[in-house]
């Protein structure tokens, strides 16, 4: 195939089923994508957001570790603001100890919540004013001992000490997100589903200003991609409508449960709302195996990714499953998988 293909699993809840389902289902989801080869498996952070079980992915990452073998297994992300630095630090040796070369530990700069659930994470206002580059730089200095013999924490270490901390990726969707992992020697995972015209800049500036780190001797960006793939191009269309009135809703301030197609395709869309549709439909890959396995290829060629990790959010879990199985098997990982086996690659 050329590139490496991964999984970014935001844990989304069904109408027609519940939270503690929701998480259920991404651990079975990780141990299928680990048969069907898929080389990551990245949970993410939301909260007080009713159709996503996402809410704490440390505790998510160490669970679908516990329960798979081969595939790595990361943040995409830990939203670093929410969090003291010192905390991650430890939970991510704590990880690496446990999982060995097999944990990743991706940051991102977003709340993952509205302003007022954000405020009850950080419990201050000057938490909103601190900067993602200072927070990078206090976590790392509980690993290396980089702070100031003067600093404060200059004493306090991630425990355990003998375990490194996972490598790092910046998650983003931005130039100044790109360089910030240039310049610390992080990988980079861009959102295109975020902002699609950015991309291939955003991953220009990465590779153009990259520093070499001991995780990353080279920049290795990551573009990740919103995919429904389907047996019929009609049927992913179809399906994408569960995620189109679950945009909608939330975009106007009444985000629940995710929808099913059949609501969605029923929905009264004003022109406003059929607007801000079409743009959302412009940033996702759906269709057939054969159409969304020649877009993926074309989207990691025209911004020189050396990766792609996909998500994929629709309402039936079986749906989702068959999503990802197909666009396996579609763009050789399967097959790849199987002569690995057989060879003992």
């Given at each position: 195939m050329g590139f490496p293909l991964s999984v970014l699993d935001l844990s989304p809840v069904a109408s027609?089923?519940?939270g503690p389902e929701a998480l259920t289902r991404s651990v079975e989801l990780a141990r299928r994508c680990e048969e069907l080869g898929y080389a990551r498996y990245w949970v993410a952070e939301h909260h007080n957001t009713p159709g996503l079980a996402s809410s704490a992915?440390?505790?998510?990452?160490?669970?679908?570790a516990a329960s798979t073998s081969r595939i790595r297994v990361g943040s995409g992300g830990i939203m670093l603001p929410n969090h003291p630095p010192l905390r991650i630090a430890e939970s991510f040796r704590v990880l690496e100890s446990l999982h060995p070369g097999r944990i990743d530990l991706g940051i991102g700069r977003a709340p993952g919540a509205d302003p007022m659930?954000?405020?009850?994470?950080?419990?201050?206002?000057?938490?909103?004013?601190?900067?993602?580059?200072?927070?990078?730089?206090?976590?790392?200095?509980?690993?290396?001992?980089?702070?100031?013999e003067d600093h404060p924490f200059a004493r306090v270490r991630a425990m355990p000490l003998e375990a490194p901390l996972p490598p790092m990726w910046i998650l983003g969707s931005s130039e100044e997100s790109a360089h910030l992992a240039a310049q610390i020697g992080a990988g980079y995972a861009f959102a295109h589903y975020m902002g699609p015209r950015r991309a291939a800049g955003a991953m220009r500036a990465y590779r153009d200003s990259f520093r070499p780190s001991p995780s990353?001797?080279?920049?290795?960006?990551?573009?990740?991609?919103?995919?429904?793939?389907?047996?019929t191009t009609e049927h992913a269309e179809f399906l994408s409508w569960s995620s189109a009135l679950g945009l909608i809703r939330m975009r106007s301030g009444r985000p629940g449960a995710l929808p099913t197609p059949e609501e969605g395709l029923a929905h009264d869309y004003s022109p406003h709302q059929q607007d801000q549709l079409s743009r959302f439909r412009r940033a996702q890959v759906?269709?057939?195996?054969?159409?969304?396995?020649?877009?993926?290829?074309?989207?990691?060629?025209d911004t020189a990714a050396d990766e792609a990790i996909v998500m994929t959010s629709v309402h039936g879990h079986d749906e989702r499953v068959r999503s990802y199985e197909l666009l396996a098997e579609q763009m050789g990982l399967t097959t790849a998988r199987?002569?690995?086996a057989t060879t003992g690659a």
């Open positions: 027609d089923s519940s992915p440390e505790i998510m990452v160490a669970h679908i659930t954000a405020f009850a994470l950080r419990r201050s206002q000057d938490g909103f004013s601190v900067e993602l580059p200072s927070l990078i730089a206090e976590l790392l200095a509980y690993v290396d001992g980089g702070f100031p990353f001797a080279e920049p290795h960006a990551m573009l990740g991609l919103s995919v429904i793939c389907a047996e759906l269709g057939d195996p054969t159409s969304v396995a020649q877009r993926v290829r074309e989207l990691v060629d199987v002569a690995s």
